[in-house]
């Protein structure tokens, strides 16, 4: 019975050391959040690696995108997206993603539901459809949960009485201390409706419709008070983009300013508690190259 007993201890003991030993996995350790603003021209892409380890794609750029998306990917040693978010279907958001949905393991996909009739739009679904690829319909208020350590709140979608842009997917991203207002397209009338129902305020935003003067009141971006703000566009389109009013009103909120145009892709990186923004490109490099 003694010699039982103390055969009991050992054991026991033997596995408490193990236990000890062994890494916990129980436990999600946080990492860094980072979100990659692509430099598509005059469109939308935003790569968000989730502190996780997930992968997220918002949009995938005007036609064309879809071969800088992947090699971004490929640089990146990124193989799979986790979820796919397909903020509205005009051609500057959704132009590259047919290329990308062929090439890349998409493992699901949230759409805004907004229906369009063009070829684009014909083949990016096509390729859903040919992948198999689960898509839902993302809902106003809802909570996509794909990493513990982020809540990402969808605060505009589809409306039956909505435009494309109206019914964009726009998003509040928050890791810790740390927000993050992505407004794809969405207009001042949206605007109007987050001061309503939302707290919009957050270190960075990335700024509606490209700068456009259909978004970006005062009096959103007083309430957002952003402390970075993210342009996406094209030094050379036929908008205007970015209008001076939405760069006064940027400027008025002392808000410093990137974009696409000048500063190439962007890169923020976060700990929660603060953050980075990793520009790939000199922005004198414009002006170099002009004098070459």
């Known amino acids: 019975m003694c010699c039982h007993k103390r055969l009991i201890t050992i054991l026991l003991l033997f596995a408490y050391f193990i236990l000890l030993s062994l890494p916990v996995s129980a436990e999600v350790k946080p ?7 692509l430099d598509v021209g005059q469109g939308d892409s935003i790569l968000m690696n989730t502190p996780s380890g997930k992968n997220i794609l918002i949009d995938g750029g005007p036609p064309g995108s879809g071969k800088k998306i ?46 369009h009739t063009t070829r684009t739009y014909a083949k990016y679904i096509q390729q859903i459809i040919k992948h198999d690829i689960p898509v839902r319909l993302a809902e106003k208020n809802e909570l996509l949960r794909i990493d513990p350590l982020l809540t990402i709140r969808i605060l505009n ?18 890791y810790d201390d740390i927000d993050l207002l992505l407004m794809s397209d969405v207009e001042m009338k949206q605007e109007k409706e987050f001061l309503k129902s939302y707290d919009v305020n957050a270190e960075i935003i990335k700024v509606a419709h490209h700068g456009s003067n259909t978004s970006s009141s005062l009096d959103f971006l007083k309430a957002v008070s952003p402390e970075t703000a993210i342009l996406t566009y094209s030094i050379e389109n036929d908008y205007g983009h970015p209008v001076d009013r939405v760069i006064r009103n940027l400027y008025k909120v002392k808000s410093d300013i990137y974009s696409t145009a000048v500063f190439g892709d962007l890169e923020i990186r976060s700990d929660g508690k603060s953050y980075l923004v990793l520009p790939s490109r000199d922005p004198l490099s414009n002006i170099r190259k002009e004098a070459g």
């Open 70 to 115: 992947i090699a971004y990917l490929k640089e990146k040693q990124i193989n799979r997206i986790d979820l796919l978010i397909t903020t509205h279907p005009d051609i500057d958001h959704i132009g590259g993603l047919p290329q990308v949905l062929k090439k890349v393991k998409v493992k699901q996909v949230v759409d805004s539901g907004k229906l």
């Open 157 to 174: 979608t589809y409306g039956t009485s909505k435009n494309n842009n109206q019914s964009s997917i726009a998003l509040k991203v928050t």
């Open 31 to 37: 990492g860094l959040l980072k979100v990659h603003f």
